[in-house]
């Protein structure tokens, strides 16, 4: 309204202004998603990863001599991690392919893990998850997937504010771990972590149990990365970490499932859960205090 009514010259700058205001907010100087190498270095078997898409994408390569693997160059506090990955297809049984956070730090470790359990060709892949709060793991969970992640790419994501923690395939959530520290539950809050992810041979335990061995005559085989999205507080770095507005991924939309969301997640949980630590007795015959605490 304001510019209409206003003399050309300043009408002018004004719609100048605001076009700037749109650039810098729709492009922030980071400039999402990003190549491999401004997020990530290689920290297992240069050899064994390919740049492609002028760095855009990159290939893992598991054969017998090796697997591989990458990390990213900076630490977060908090934030929301995203790729796009398209696993191993046909034989991958014994194949582990992995993508999680880490604290690094081996006493009292935290750690959020997205692993892809392969298969023989024509079964379902199986995702595991677990997360390690204070130097405690053993939460696994596992779920099949409602589609082929050997055919196409698909976005895997973790979202860890001071609210909760949720693994999503698709936007769709898999797992949510509340904040429940009031109640005593440890929660990964003070470390910050960094992303990372590998690919290597597993066939004493990933497939059926191990009984599955990794068929070497399939080899190389090859899993592939894009989209890199990591958004956080980095560590160290100018931000503040704690939940303020100016760290979007602690905002209120953020804080809690949608309802449709909440919906998806049950869904997932009815309908693709094939492992929950929560509900195995004969691991745990006392229910861990988390899974009496609710999601
Ligand atoms: C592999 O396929 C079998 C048979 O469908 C299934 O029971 C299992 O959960 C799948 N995943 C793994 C990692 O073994």
Same mark, same amino acid.
């Given at each position: ?22 650039? /810098?907010?729709?492009?922030? /100087? ?40 990458? /990390? ?42 997205? *692993? ?10 199986? &995702? ?39 693994? !999503?395939?698709?936007? &769709? ?9 009031? =109640? ?28 599955? =061995? ?16 990591? *958004? ?44 929950? !630590? ?11 205090? *988390? ?5």
């Amino acid at each position: 309204m304001m510019a209409a009514s206003a003399p050309p010259s300043l009408r002018n700058t004004l719609l100048s202004l605001l076009l700037l205001l749109v650039l /810098a907010f729709s492009s922030p /100087a980071s400039g999402r998603p990003a190549t491999f190498l401004q997020d990530f270095r290689i920290t297992w078997a240069d050899s064994h990863i390919k740049q492609i898409d002028r760095g855009r994408a990159i290939q893992l390569i598991l054969d017998q001599s090796s697997g591989c693997g990458f /990390a990213s160059r900076r630490r977060y506090l908090f934030g929301k991690v995203s790729m796009k990955i398209k696993l191993i297809p046909g034989d991958s049984a014994g194949t582990v392919t992995a993508f999680y956070m880490n604290s690094d730090t081996d006493t009292i470790r935290d750690e959020l893990d997205f *692993e892809f359990l392969g298969n023989r060709t024509g079964q379902p892949y199986t &995702v595991q998850t677990n997360i390690y709060a204070h130097g405690k793991g053993d939460r696994e969970q596992r779920i099949n997937l409602w589609f082929d992640p050997a055919a196409d790419f698909h976005t895997y994501s973790i979202l860890w504010n001071h609210h909760h923690i949720v693994f !999503y395939v698709d936007q &769709v959530p898999i797992r949510v771990y509340k904040n429940n520290e009031p =109640k005593g539950i440890p929660y990964p809050k003070f470390q910050p972590m960094g992303v990372y992810s590998t690919l290597w041979e597993a066939d004493d335990w990933a497939t059926r149990g191990g009984l599955e =061995k990794i068929d070497w005559s399939k080899a190389p085989f090859n899993a592939y990365y894009k989209d890199f999205d990591l *958004e956080g507080c980095e560590v160290p770095g100018p931000r503040n970490c704690a939940p303020n507005p100016s760290n979007w991924w602690e905002g209120e939309a953020y804080q809690q499932l949608s309802p449709a969301e909440a919906q998806r997640y049950k869904w997932v949980r009815m309908n693709h859960m094939i492992y929950d !630590y929560c509900s195995d007795r004969s691991r745990y015959p006392v229910v861990p205090p *988390e899974c009496v605490a609710g999601y």
